[in-house]
């Protein structure tokens, strides 16, 4: 089938099965969010379980419009897609209570949990491994995934392209990087608004009102991503463009270096990319 042939497929197929997650924590309203805001998935065809329906996140995911239930099994038996959503040290208990139907498309996005351990557990032979991140609820996420090619047909896997790249930028890759890229996108989203709330923090310091200074960091920010996209050029090009000789900019590089800014950065991907092997 030719490719084109196969993405019509995929969307026809997407539009008329329903998507199912085990779990809807933070990360599974995020993909929610986008797949409904993508118009690819209705919200009508989604179906997620929760431990009760006075949770947090049960509540949440009704205002989505979405089936909720507390019930996994109700998840299993409705849907063709399934994401697991659910903490990584839960994976286990909650995939052997399962049963899913033989031709079950199951995708994990717990952190650190191999693809052997989804088959071995679940019993289901097409298996996805996905990180995503948290902006993917805007569709400007950052997801990798894994899977075995053989094992799943190629309309399927062109569904799987299409509910990734739904969430913004995704790549497949083996899935021995999925655990070091996690250290970088699945985490780093978290390192980059701690760097936009500090960057707020010194312009409120600096005077500026705290709604504005959010504004500046932010869409700052958002120009420093799309110069390093689009040009092509290296971060630190860019950086040294903006440094002028005895100027403000290069001041404030300096207090960054001499607070260890960088080694900070690397030492945050480091501790996650240790800590993802631990939880797996």
Same mark, same amino acid.
Request: contains cysteine.
């Given at each position: 089938m030719a490719q084109s042939e196969n993405v019509q497929a995929a969307a026809a197929w997407l539009k008329s099965v329903k998507i199912g997650f085990l779990g809807c924590g933070n990360m599974a309203q995020a993909m929610i969010n986008g797949f409904i805001k +993508?118009?690819?998935?209705?919200?009508?065809? %989604?179906?997620?379980?929760a431990t009760c329906t006075t949770s947090k996140n049960y509540l949440a995911c009704q &205002?989505?419009?979405?089936?909720?239930?507390?019930?996994?099994?109700?998840?299993?038996?409705?849907?063709? %897609?399934?994401f697991v959503a659910v903490k990584p040290h839960l994976v286990r208990p909650v995939l052997s209570k399962c049963s899913f139907p033989k031709d079950t498309l199951l995708i994990s996005v717990a952190a650190g949990v191999k693809l052997s351990v989804l088959g071995e557990t679940s019993r289901v032979q097409q298996l996805v491994? =996905? #990180?995503?991140?948290?902006?993917?609820?805007?569709?400007?996420?950052?997801?990798?995934?894994?899977?075995?090619? =053989?094992? !799943? @047909?190629?309309?399927?896997? @062109? @569904? %799987? @392209?299409m509910l990734m790249e739904s969430l913004g930028f995704a790549r497949?890759?083996?899935?021995?990087? !999925?655990?070091? !890229? +996690?250290?970088?996108? $699945?985490?780093g989203i978290a390192y980059m608004y #701690?760097? /936009?709330? =500090? #960057?707020?923090?010194?312009?409120?310091?600096? $005077? %500026?009102?705290?709604?504005?200074?959010?504004? /500046?960091?932010?869409?700052? #920010?958002? $120009?420093?991503?799309?110069?390093? &996209?689009?040009?092509?050029?290296?971060? $630190? =090009?860019l950086k040294d463009a903006v440094c002028s000789p005895g100027g403000s900019t290069i001041a404030g590089v300096h207090a960054l270096e001499k607070s260890g800014f960088r080694a900070a950065m690397m030492d945050a991907v480091e501790a996650a990319f240790t800590r993802v092997k631990q939880l797996g």
């Open positions: +993508s118009n690819l998935v209705p919200a009508e065809n %989604i179906v997620v379980s &205002k989505l419009d979405v089936q909720c239930t507390t019930n996994n099994e109700d998840v299993c038996r409705a849907a063709k %897609i399934v491994r =996905a #990180m995503p991140n948290t902006g993917a609820c805007v569709q400007q996420g950052v997801t990798v995934y894994a899977y075995d090619e =053989a094992a !799943i @047909a190629s309309v399927r896997q @062109a @569904a %799987i @392209a497949y890759v083996p899935e021995s990087q !999925i655990e070091p !890229i +996690s250290a970088v996108s $699945g985490s #701690m760097a /936009l709330e =500090a #960057m707020a923090d010194g312009a409120v310091k600096a $005077g %500026i009102q705290r709604s504005l200074a959010y504004d /500046l960091a932010s869409h700052t #920010m958002m $120009g420093a991503a799309a110069m390093v &996209k689009e040009t092509g050029q290296h971060p $630190g =090009a």
